[in-house]
C-alpha cells in the first residue's frame, strides 16, 4: 500500500519497518507541489477560507471593539498553547510550516465545512435519534467536527514531507488541529456572547473556554484521533489491530466530544465543565502516555540499533531520554568544566535528538543522517577538549563511547575465535590446546625475584634451596 506518489523507500534501516510503505521525504515540511494529497488539502482550505472569513468579517463589522479584542486575545491564547505543545515534545521539534499548515486546516478549513455539514447534521440527529432538543447538539457536533479534524491529520501522514512517524507525530498534529479549530470556534462565540457587552466578557470566555475548558477541549479530543492516526500508518502490527486502533481512536474523541456537549451537569457552567472534563483529561493523559512510551522505545532501539556508538550510544540514550536528566547533566558539566561545557553540552545534546529524528523520519544513511553526524562528532570532540583542559578524565554527557580502536580489537578477538574453531575441526582439541598453552607461556614475561627472596651464601650451602611458606617472606632456615 503506497502512502504517496512519491519515490518508494526499499529499505531503510531502522528498528522496525512500517506496515504501510513509506515514501522518501522529498520536501523539508509538507509542502510538496508533487503531491496530489498537498493539492487537496490547499483545495479543502481554500473552500473552507471562503466559507468560513464572512462569519468571522461579519462579527468584526458589527460591533469591532469587542471582536477585535475576542481575536487578540484568542490568537494570544493559541500562541501560549502552541508554546505548551512544543515543551511537551520529548525529543523532536517541528517544522513551523507544517506547524502553520496543521493550523491553517484547523483554523479555517475544518471548520468552514462544519459550518454547512453541522446544520445537515443537525437535521439528521433530531429525526433519527429520538432524544431531547438540548441533546442534540452532544450528538451531531462530535459526528461532524471530529472527522473533519481526524482528516487533517491523515493528510499530514499521506504527505512525506510532513514526517509524522509515529504515534506521538499523529498526536501532536492533531493537538495544533484542535487548537486551530478551538481559536477559531471560540473567537466566533465570544464575538457573539460579548456583543453587547463589556472587555470582561470577553476575558471570561477565554477563562472559560480557553483555561479551564482548554484542557479538555478540541486539541485534547483531535489529539486522541491523531494519535491512532499515526499508529496506523507506522506500526509493524496486523492491519486488523491498525485498523481498530486508527478507528477506536476517533470513535474515542467523538465519544468525550459528545458527553463534554452533553447537559448531564448544567446547574454552574464552571462546575459543568470541570466535572465533565476530568474524565476527559484522565483518558488523555493515559493517550500520551502510550504515545511517549512507543516513541521512547523506538528512539532507545535506533540507540542501540541503528545509529553507531561513538555518536549515539545507549547510555546516551539514557542520558537524554528525558529533559530533567538532560538538564542535570548539563549542571553537572558546568561543575566540572565552567559554563562552555554546559553550552556545547547542550548542543551537543541537541544534535543528538536531531540525528535520532532523523533516522526515525528518512531512514539511517539518508543525506540529513549524514550531515547531523558530522555535527555530533564534531561537537563530541570540542566537548571532550573542553573536558581535557579542564583535567576531567570522564566528564558528564559523554556516555560510554565505543572508541574505534576497541572495536578493532575485537574484531581482532573474532577474527581469532574463528581461526581457533578451523584449527580444532583440523587439527583435535588436544593439539590446539597443547600449541595455544605453549605460546601463551613464551608470552608471559619473567618476573625478577624480589631482593627478600634471594638467598645468601651465609644461610644456605652451595647449591641448596630456601625453603618457602608460600608467603612474601622466605620461611627461617633449620638449625642443625
Not at 501522514?157 to 486551530?180: C, E, H, K, N, T
Not at 485534547?220 to 477506536?248: E, I, K, P
Not at 555518536?311 to 540514550?317: Q, W
Not at 547531523?372 to 558528564?396: F, H, K, M, Q
Request: charged letters at 20%.
Amino acid at each position: 500500500m503506497s502512502i504517496s506518489g512519491g519515490v518508494s523507500e526499499s529499505a531503510p534501516q531502522t528498528v522496525a519497518l512500517a506496515t504501510v510503505k513509506r515514501a522518501l521525504p522529498r520536501t523539508p515540511t509538507f509542502v510538496d507541489t508533487r503531491s496530489w494529497v498537498f493539492w487537496v488539502g490547499c483545495a479543502i482550505t481554500l473552500y473552507g477560507a471562503i466559507t468560513w472569513m464572512p462569519l468571522v468579517m461579519g462579527r468584526l463589522q458589527s460591533h469591532p471593539a469587542t471582536a477585535v479584542l475576542s481575536a487578540i486575545a484568542w490568537l494570544m491564547y493559541g500562541f501560549v498553547f502552541i508554546v505548551i505543545l512544543y515543551r511537551m515534545e520529548l525529543f523532536e521539534r517541528r517544522s513551523p510550516i507544517t506547524v502553520l499548515g496543521a493550523l491553517a486546516w484547523g483554523g479555517l478549513a475544518a471548520p468552514g465545512m462544519a459550518a454547512v455539514a453541522a446544520p445537515a447534521m443537525h437535521d439528521i440527529v433530531t429525526a433519527v435519534v429520538p432524544v431531547p432538543d438540548e441533546w442534540v447538539a452532544s450528538f451531531a457536533a462530535p459526528l461532524v467536527e471530529e472527522p473533519l479534524k481526524w482528516l487533517g491529520v491523515v493528510a499530514l501522514a499521506m504527505i512525506p514531507g510532513a514526517r509524522v512517524r509515529s504515534a506521538a507525530d499523529g498526536l501532536f498534529y492533531g493537538a495544533v488541529i484542535g487548537l486551530g479549530f478551538q481559536v477559531s470556534e471560540s473567537f466566533l462565540y465570544t464575538a457573539v456572547i460579548s456583543a453587547d457587552g463589556t472587555a470582561t466578557t470577553v476575558f471570561a470566555m477565554v477563562l472559560l473556554r480557553g483555561v479551564v475548558g482548554g484542557l479538555w477541549n478540541h486539541p485534547t479530543y483531535t489529539a486522541m484521533a491523531g494519535a491512532g492516526v499515526g499508529y496506523f500508518f507506522n506500526a509493524s502490527a496486523s492491519r486488523g489491530r491498525r485498523w481498530f486502533v486508527l478507528l477506536g481512536t476517533l470513535g474515542l474523541a467523538m465519544a468525550v466530544h459528545g458527553f463534554f456537549d452533553t447537559p448531564i451537569v448544567n446547574a454552574n457552567v464552571w462546575i459543568s465543565s470541570i466535572t465533565k472534563g476530568v474524565p476527559v483529561l484522565v483518558l488523555f493523559l493515559i493517550v500520551l502516555r502510550w504515545a511517549h512510551l512507543r516513541e521512547r522505545r523506538t528512539f532507545a532501539g535506533l540507540a542501540a540499533e541503528v545509529v553507531p556508538d561513538d555518536l549515539v550510544s545507549p547510555a546516551h540514550f539514557r542520558l537524554l531520554a528525558a529533559r530533567r536528566t538532560r538538564r542535570e547533566v548539563r549542571r553537572e558539566a558546568k561543575r566540572a568544566a565552567g559554563r562552555a561545557a554546559d553550552r556545547t553540552l547542550k548542543y551537543f545534546q541537541g544534535a543528538q535528538l536531531s540525528l535520532l529524528t532523523a533516522t526515525h523520519e528518512d531512514g539511517w544513511g539518508s543525506p540529513r543522517t549524514e550531515e547531523l553526524s558530522r555535527d555530533v562528532a564534531e561537537l563530541r570532540d570540542e566537548l571532550i577538549e573542553i573536558y581535557r583542559e579542564a583535567g576531567v578524565t570522564r566528564g558528564p554527557g559523554l556516555g560510554l563511547i565505543d572508541r574505534p580502536e576497541r572495536r578493532r580489537s575485537t574484531r581482532a578477538l573474532q577474527d581469532w575465535a574463528g581461526q581457533t574453531r578451523e584449527r580444532i575441526d583440523t587439527e583435535g582439541l588436544r593439539t590446539v590446546a597443547r600449541s595455544t598453552g605453549e605460546i601463551a607461556i613464551r608470552k608471559i614475561p619473567k618476573r625478577r625475584p624480589r631482593t627478600s627472596e634471594v638467598a645468601t651464601t651465609d644461610q644456605f650451602p652451595t647449591g641448596a634451596q630456601a625453603p618457602t611458606t608460600g608467603l612474601d617472606e622466605p620461611a627461617e632456615p633449620k638449625q642443625d
